[in-house]
């Protein structure tokens, strides 16, 4: 293929690419909206052990008390 047709072929591809984002645009607006905002996680049972375990037995932390 001539080098100026490919050229020209491929600008009138970004054009159409441009056009279809910009007619996407309100559509992907307004299923965010649809979909409001979501709720923050909260941490789970399993989530909230694992993490007191990993602070109790810190490196070089005793695991018995000192009398």
């Known amino acids: 293929m001539h080098a100026t ?11 159409e ?3 279809q984002a910009e ?8 299923a965010r909206a ?3 905002r979501a ?5 789970s049972r399993h989530q909230v052990i694992a993490l007191v375990r990993r602070v109790l037995t810190v490196p070089g932390a ?3 008390p000192v009398r």
Not at 23 to 30: F, G, K, N, S
Not at 39 to 43: K, M, T, V
């Open 34 to 36: 649809r979909r409001g």
């Open 23 to 30: 007619c996407d645009r309100p559509v992907q607006a307004a």
């Open 17 to 19: 690419l441009h056009r």
């Open 39 to 43: 709720e923050p996680r909260r941490h």
């Open 5 to 15: 047709m490919q050229y020209d072929l491929m600008q009138a591809r970004v054009a």
């Open 62 to 64: 005793r695991t018995a």
